[in-house]
């Protein structure tokens, strides 16, 4: 079956590919043929400017994924007669929220540097606790809870796909914040705390906006957003609420207890405090002017705000009975 190919191309080093552009090709694709074949096949029969990446050829090296169609997804996973019926056409671009080198080759340095923020290796106790002489084993139970993050190829698709990342190139991203977990969630770990610190700061796990994307495009099921939950979750049980999320957190837990309902008018200045507010008032009289600010008497008291009370008093109880059961 012949297929035809759009493939941007860039090229910083020669005058014509100075700036992106896109390229037709036009192969004939076989049964199960991948992407990445087709991309192989064009590149050894008809353009060997054609610049990509790839290895292992098996959803294990990571290194293949590119944008399909407008989707990020590894191409050596992808097979081109499915997806060319799919969306009858065939446009190839490299993975977003990277810069690109040339084609579909994106700069991974960023990414690196990211993960390296994380510390990406266990820090077990600096001395062994007395007694200790054998290795430490650790429960299925236990290592459930980071399985999923272990899985992760580094790929790059989750940042790809990432919607904070789009908007803050700071963030550290899903793919970093996935491998914090691993070993925060390790109950072998000590340096917990002292991470979570970290990752609460600006640009950390506060900054994602749960869209996600980098659960849905994830070829290997790490499930970064549920990483990036629980690493939320644990900073706030370790008391590390210094920081605007942790304090939007526990303005939307205190507005619903107090009024039944999210009390939006209330929340910027509880989330950010007194000075941060008012650097927000430009911002405000925008919302005004297009009437998106939220007014006070539109979150009065719902009616039987008894009745959600006493959800928060039966989750109050089971959390002092979860703390009180011995652990093991
Ligand atoms: S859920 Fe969060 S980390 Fe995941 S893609 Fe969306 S904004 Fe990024
Ligand atoms: S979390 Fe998934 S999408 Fe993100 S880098 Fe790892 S394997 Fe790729
Ligand atoms: S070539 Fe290794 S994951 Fe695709």
């Known amino acids: 079956m012949k297929i035809d190919l759009k493939i941007r191309r860039f090229n910083p080093t020669t005058k014509n590919g100075r700036e992106p552009y896109y390229q037709a090709y036009s192969i004939e694709a076989s049964e199960g043929m991948t992407v990445l074949e087709a991309l192989m096949s064009i590149a050894a029969a008809q353009d060997p400017t054609l610049s990509f990446r790839r290895s292992c050829r098996s959803s294990i090296c990571g290194s293949c994924a590119i944008k399909i169609n407008g989707f990020t997804k590894l191409a050596c996973s992808t097979q081109i007669i499915p997806e060319h019926e799919k969306a009858h056409e065939m446009v190839l671009e490299p993975i977003a929220n990277h810069t690109v080198l040339k084609d579909l080759i994106v700069d991974f340095d960023p ?34 809870a980071i399985d999923h993050a272990q899985k992760c190829i580094m ?57 996600v994307h980098c659960v849905e495009y994830c070829p290997k099921g790490v499930e970064p957003l549920t990483a990036i939950e629980r690493l939320r979750s644990r900073a706030i049980q370790e008391g590390i609420k210094d920081n605007h999320g942790a304090k939007h957190v526990e303005a939307m837990v205190n507005s619903v207890k107090k009024v039944g309902r999210l009390d939006e008018a209330a929340m910027t200045f509880k989330t950010l405090g ?10 405000g009289l925008k919302m005004e002017m297009h009437g998106k600010m939220p007014h006070p008497h539109l979150f009065p008291q719902i009616k039987k705000i008894d009745e959600v009370r ?19």
């Open 111 to 144: 990414f690196w540097k990211k993960l390296d923020k994380v510390k990406p290796y266990l820090m077990p106790p600096e001395t062994q606790p007395e007694g200790r002489t054998k290795e430490v084993h650790i429960s299925e139970k236990d290592a459930e």
């Open 310 to 328: 006493t959800i928060y008093a039966e989750i109050k109880r089971k959390n002092k009975n979860a703390k009180k059961k011995p652990k093991g």
């Open 274 to 283: 007194l000075l941060r507010s008012l650097g927000m008032i430009p911002f």
């Open 155 to 211: 790929c790059g698709s989750c940042n790809s796909e990432c919607n904070a990342l789009e908007i803050e190139k700071k963030y550290l991203g899903p793919a970093a914040l996935a491998k914090a977990w691993r070993f925060v969630g390790d109950v072998r770990e000590e340096g917990g705390r002292k991470r979570l610190g970290r990752l609460s700061d600006d640009h950390g796990i506060w900054d994602c906006v749960r869209c």
